[in-house]
């Protein structure tokens, strides 16, 4: 019985450092996708952007045990650009913070993505999501008009649209039912575009391997205690 429980151990123990060592790989292409240019404006004015905002169709290469092969996702960090094949760390979007740490913000971009991403069916939602996602990420306003992050004023079609995303989202917040809310945040370190996806049972989350590490070294105490007993 000793033998098989330090096998166990062994084996999760390997589990845990694999996952943690493990490097995933970005690929990004915007062919066939929804969304379209739009005019944004960030880091409290001083830096504009006139690209791509909306859906991103996203290649994993050696991705953890059950994670898809591709999925749709959303930037979060407007202010890198995407390199393709870049090495990025799986991490739960409840960690996730930019521009000071403000409170929540994983959950808030977590809520807009799990309630909106997949019911998306026009290049004006999902400029409207992506740009909700930006504002939720970087402003606690949900101001549009100013801020770290904020639309140009043009762009008539998409505010009204990232508006009603952003009301939603302040009901959530108001009841606190958006805190239950997670994603998957690909995080390059700051060498790359950080991106939302999906979140999948089957990626162990850091909490739980320290659990199912813990839990075997528990396991053989127990039972070098029961042993000692019985002499």
């Given at each position: 019985m000793l033998k098989k429980l330090l096998s166990l151990g062994a084996v999760l123990g390997t589990l845990v450092f694999s996952q943690a060592a493990h490097a995933t790989t970005l690929t990004s292409s915007i062919a066939g996708m929804l969304g379209q240019n739009v005019k944004s404006y960030y880091n409290n004015g001083v830096s504009s952007f006139n690209g791509w905002t909306g859906q991103q169709n996203n290649g994993v290469t050696a991705g953890p045990s059950g994670y898809p092969s591709s999925f749709v996702g959303y930037c979060v960090d407007i202010e890198h650009s995407f390199i393709n094949g870049e090495t990025v760390s799986l991490k739960n979007t409840s960690l996730l913070t930019k521009n000071g740490n403000l409170p929540n913000t994983g959950y808030r971009v977590a809520w807009l993505y799990n309630t909106y991403s997949s019911s998306i069916s026009n290049n004006v939602q999902a400029a409207g999501l992506q740009a909700a996602i930006w504002e939720a990420l970087y402003d606690s306003s949900m101001d549009l008009t100013g801020g770290f992050y904020k639309l140009d004023a043009t762009e008539i079609a998409v505010?009204?649209?990232?508006?009603?995303?952003?009301?939603?989202?302040?009901?959530?917040?108001?009841?606190?039912?958006?805190?239950?809310?997670?994603?998957?945040?690909?995080?390059?370190?700051?060498?790359?575009?950080?991106?939302?996806?999906?979140?999948?049972?089957?990626?162990?989350?850091?909490?739980?391997?320290?659990?199912?590490?813990?839990?075997?070294?528990?396991?053989l105490w127990m039972l070098r205690r029961r042993k000692a007993q019985i002499r």
């Open positions: 505010i009204g649209q990232t508006n009603i995303y952003l009301g939603a989202l302040q009901t959530a917040i108001g009841n606190n039912s958006y805190l239950s809310s997670n994603a998957t945040w690909f995080d390059t370190g700051g060498l790359g575009q950080d991106i939302v996806g999906p979140t999948q049972s089957q990626v162990p989350e850091p909490g739980l391997m320290s659990l199912l590490a813990s839990g075997s070294v528990s396991g």
